[in-house]
């Protein structure tokens, strides 16, 4: 694995726009600190092999190799990640669905994890006050429920990992968040650095579909702008709404995609993942028919173990995902991987820099091609 | 009772040069004497101002060198005998009044006295301030042993009466802050009483005649000078008849040359002139010496100031004869740096040709090499517990944070150092005292050429009454848009603690009207705030704060008083320790964050453990590092 100085994180990754602020880098050491939408380099570390480049998902990423590396099989550029099986899921406790994005099933399974003691504590998403989203360690079920619910924007929660497993009292721990996020955790699970990062303790990792995120504080501050009102939820319903709700106390607002666009962080234009690929368990909404459920992938045995274990106490309900369901999200896939390579040839003039994937060029021609 | 005051005449003692000086003045009488620190001038007011209440005489600690050289004209104008030091970057903030002064002309005696700096040991430039005294016309004495100091700084007094105008001594670092032993004269006894005669004309050089008409009598004076110097007994010559080679050298060069043609044996073949009177020359004195050589070796330090002034005399001396100069213009000695007795041996060895193998080949190289081995690379650092470090700390992060390539431009004092990493290279330039205010001042006003980078100007306590009043004025009457930070650590810390308008005691001791920046800033209008500069979170915090604040000035003062002064009066404030449990070591921020980013000198690894260490002897317990440390392994008690 190529391993590069802290200048290189920001020359290669956070001055080309390449950053998705995961929050890998941040909470190792002093140098790098997330600060207002950004990740900062405060003072130059001359280690040559540091763990910010390392577990940087904008870094030397060989999805070939990592696939094998995690699942033990090569990797499929076709379909939505190596998995066990795809199903439609949702949670079986209305206080959990009330307050869910979409079904509850991710915070159903991880409140079962916890129950059962799979996990002592996780890292999530809080979007409590509606403004900024932060990573939390969670160690309760009232604190995984406070987490239910999308911001739609980028925000450092591998950061939160990052501090959160050093300390002693936590020995499993879960986390829930998207493609790129896990991303750096199975950068930080391959890497030779490992033994410098608690990455063992990680326990259960659930990945959230993504289509990309928003930047703060310029997305923050148009809705400020736009919305005066405190907001409680935001949701984009499936294709062909094209469209952001935005839920406040009293009402709902629709604000047209195109309008949204422009605050999509740059880096997620060249993001292939749709499904969190790595994760032991994918989740995302569910489409059409089943729109009330959730689409599941799981991935590792781990994940069919807390699956089939939470199903067999009735604490979470699947069903046969539907074929077109099934086609359309497969396609879903392989657009955002084509986006991806598209956006970086196009950003590059040339299949031969991909950036920071290391990919065959007949791979990428295909993607190109069709 | 001080060394200095004592009234032993013939006795001998052991004095610095700069001391030397200020005994020269109290031999000869001085009654008041001022200056602004700057090394290696500052031991002259220092020395005066310890012994000052005991002789009653007036020393102060200026504002800036022209006031100070404004206050010790006025004694001389009111009958006093006055005396003002200062170093070369010193001279020129004086230079303004110092080029009315030499026309109008004083009444009792006036001494000034420079001290350059070859080499640039503790300032921003090399200056070689002897041409002063050519252009304003004015005399000027070199000592070049630590008698002379003292003798030349009391005759110097003398030769002011005499045409009743200032007289300039010039002193270097090495005669400055050496020592030798110096035999005392007599202390005289208190005399005059002050008083302006009104019925004088006026001390103008406008009005009562033309400036050329007060520039004529300076040459008339100078000419007398230069018989008065034609007779001097600070000039000599040892050496042969008829020298093959002849040395003529001043100040410092004086001692290098006698051991350099000792270490050659070359007593029989070459002559030394040595000439404390360098401006006028007396002319007659050295002619009689040049005519009977035919090669000269000018050996002075920074500029070929004697040398080129020894060629014009060479013109008129002896039209036809052929006289060989050797120095700077030939290139045995460098125009800049110090000079030491192995340059002039080399020089001597080459000029008459004899082969020279010093003890040991590539002595210098050796020594180098044996530093670069034994000895710890250190760089410019500020102390343990400098407020600066955690000042600069919290600017560099604000700047991080804030995202919008922001800069710092800097100033002179301890805080100039924040150009190297001892202050995480914050600073961007440096030039004069004040300086930075006006060129961030300056920048602050580009706006409408699309300038968008946030500007920070730093400044010292003592830096802000010196010289970046003006500018401040100058900003704040333009709204300039940038963030001047005064870093107020309760005196002028880099020279050696002297007080400063801002601190409530004098140069003696006494109590005094302390000037408070912060109600000054408030006087002329502009937003003020003060931050703990020990404080790094909050004083983060006050920079994003003032740094959100656009299109005026801004003042931040980081106050906490110098960590040295403070120590010399208390205890340190916390015991620090480091938790070897929790610290991490090699692994921390990716390697001893503490030690390599922060670098206090308190801060130590330990090889043995493989952990960070608190060097109880440097720390001074300041305790700001506890908040530096990710892994809370440092503790303070």
């Known amino acids: ?370 | 009772m001080s060394d200095i005051a004592v009234n032993a005449p013939k006795t001998s003692q052991l004095l610095m040069g700069n001391e030397a000086i200020a005994r020269g003045a109290l031999e000869a009488g001085v009654g008041v004497a001022t200056a602004y620190p700057g090394n290696p001038s500052s031991e002259i007011i220092g020395t005066l101002a310890q012994v000052a209440k005991e002789l009653e005489i007036c020393v102060e600690w200026s504002i800036n060198e022209k006031v100070a050289l404004e206050v010790a004209a006025a004694a001389s104008f009111a009958n006093i005998r006055a005396l003002s030091a200062m170093k070369q970057n010193g001279l020129n903030v004086a230079l303004d009044f110092l080029a009315n002064l030499n026309l109008t002309g004083v009444s009792r005696g006036l001494v000034l006295v420079v001290c350059d700096d070859p080499g640039g040991i503790s300032s921003t430039n090399e200056q070689d301030s002897r041409h002063v005294a050519k252009v304003l016309d004015l005399p000027l004495l070199e000592p070049a042993t630590f008698q002379e100091a003292k003798d030349m700084t009391k005759w110097a007094f003398e030769l002011s009466e005499e045409i009743a105008n200032i007289c300039l001594i010039r002193s270097v670092t090495r005669i400055s802050h050496a020592r030798g032993n110096v035999v005392l004269g007599e202390l005289p006894l208190r005399e005059n009483h002050a008083r302006f005669d009104t019925s004088r004309k006026p001390y103008a050089s406008i009005a009562t005649a033309t400036p050329p008409a007060f520039h004529q009598r300076l040459h008339r004076d100078l000419s007398r000078i230069r018989e008065i110097y034609e007779e001097s007994p600070f000039n000599w010559y040892v050496g042969p008849q008829d020298p093959e080679l002849l040395i003529i050298t001043c100040g410092s060069g004086w001692l290098y040359s006698k051991e350099a043609v000792e270490i050659l044996s070359r007593q029989e073949s070459v002559g030394i002139l040595k000439i404390g009177t360098t401006w006028p020359l007396p002319k007659a004195f050295i002619s009689r010496h040049m005519l009977r050589t035919k090669k000269i070796l000018v050996i002075e330090e920074i500029d070929a100031f004697l040398e080129t002034n020894l060629k014009e005399l060479s013109v008129d001396l002896a039209p036809g004869r052929s006289l060989t100069f050797y120095g700077k213009a030939s290139g045995h000695l460098n125009p800049f740096g110090e000079i030491n007795p192995d340059i002039v041996i080399h020089a001597i060895a080459d000029i008459v040709k004899v082969n020279y193998v010093s003890k040991e080949v590539d002595y210098q190289k050796k020594c180098q090499r044996m530093i670069e081995e034994n000895i710890f690379r250190r760089e410019l650092q500020f102390c343990a517990g400098c407020p600066h470090r955690t000042t600069f700390w919290a600017i560099k992060d604000a700047l991080k944070m804030d995202g919008r390539d922001g800069f710092v431009v800097g100033d002179i004092g301890c805080y100039s150092m924040a150009l190297g990493s001892t202050g995480f290279s914050q600073i961007r330039t440096v030039h004069a005292m004040g300086s930075g205010i006006g060129i961030a001042s300056g920048l602050g006003k580009l706006n409408s050429f699309g300038f968008d980078q946030p500007v920070l100007a730093v400044c010292g306590d003592s830096t802000f009454f010196h010289a970046a009043i003006p500018a401040l004025i100058d900003a704040i009457h333009s709204q300039s848009d940038f963030l001047l930070v005064v870093l107020d650590n309760a005196g002028t810390a880099m020279t050696g603690f002297q007080p400063h308008p801002g601190i409530d005691m004098s140069a003696t001791g006494d109590a005094s009207l302390p000037i408070d920046i912060e109600k000054l800033c408030h006087a002329l209008g502009v937003a003020v705030v003060v931050t703990d500069a020990y404080d790094i979170k909050g004083t983060t915090q006050k920079f994003m704060d003032l740094l959100r604040i656009e299109g005026k000035p801004r003042v931040l003062i980081s106050r906490r008083e110098c960590n040295l002064i403070r120590a010399r009066r208390e205890k340190p404030l916390y015991k620090v320790q480091v938790n070897p449990e929790k610290c991490i070591g090699e692994a921390c921020g990716c390697e001893k964050f503490c030690i390599r980013v922060f670098k206090c000198p308190g801060l130590i690894w330990d090889k043995n453990t493989k952990k960070a260490k608190i060097d109880e002897a440097v720390c001074s317990g300041c305790g700001v590092c506890v908040e530096i440390c990710s892994q809370e392994a440092i503790v303070r008690e």
Not at chain 1, 105 to 117: H, I, N, Q, Y
């Open chain 1, 1 to 370: 694995m190529d391993t590069k100085t802290c200048q290189e994180v920001v020359a290669e990754v956070i001055r080309k726009d390449l950053c998705t602020l995961c929050g890998g880098c941040i909470g190792l050491c002093p140098y790098f600190i997330a600060h207002n939408g950004r990740i900062l380099l405060r003072d130059i570390c001359d280690l040559h092999q540091g763990r910010c480049s390392t577990f940087c998902p904008r870094i030397s990423l060989d999805l070939e190799e990592t696939n094998r590396a995690i699942f033990g099989v090569p990797y499929s550029w076709d379909g939505v990640g190596t998995n066990k099986a795809i199903f439609m899921a949702r949670s079986t406790n209305v206080n959990i669905t009330a307050r869910a994005q979409d079904a509850g099933t991710v915070t159903s399974l991880l409140c079962f994890a916890k129950d059962e003691g799979i996990i002592d504590s996780a890292v999530m998403t809080l979007f409590e006050d509606k403004s900024f989203p932060k990573g939390v360690v969670v160690s309760s079920r009232e604190e995984i429920l406070a987490c239910a619910g999308s911001s739609y924007m980028a925000t450092p929660v591998v950061e939160v990992l990052n501090r959160g497993a050093q300390e002693a009292d936590r020995k499993r721990i879960g986390f829930v968040g998207t493609p790129c996020q896990v991303l750096a955790l199975t950068k930080m699970r391959a890497s030779r650095l490992e033994e410098r990062n608690p990455i063992g303790k990680l326990e259960l990792v659930i990945g959230l579909f993504c289509t990309w995120a928003l930047s703060h504080p310029s997305f923050t501050q148009f809705l400020e702008r736009e919305i005066p009102d405190p907001i409680v939820k935001y949701d984009i319903p499936p294709h062909p709404a094209n469209v952001l709700h935005v839920y406040t106390e009293k009402k709902r607002m629709d604000i047209p995609l195109d309008k949204i666009l422009p605050f999509v962080r740059p880096a997620c234009w060249v993001c292939h993942d749709l499904t969190a690929e790595f994760a032991d368990i994918s989740v995302g909404s569910g489409r059409g028919k089943v729109s009330d459920w959730n689409t599941v992938i799981v991935r590792s045995s781990k994940g069919m173990e807390v699956v089939a274990r939470a199903e067999k106490k009735g604490l979470i309900e699947t069903r046969e995902i539907p074929k077109e369901n099934l086609s359309r999200l497969e396609r879903a896939s392989y657009n955002k991987k084509k986006r991806a390579f598209k956006n970086v040839v196009q950003k590059t003039g040339s299949v031969e820099d991909l950036l920071y994937f290391k990919v065959q060029t007949e791979i990428v021609h295909r993607l190109l091609a069709e």
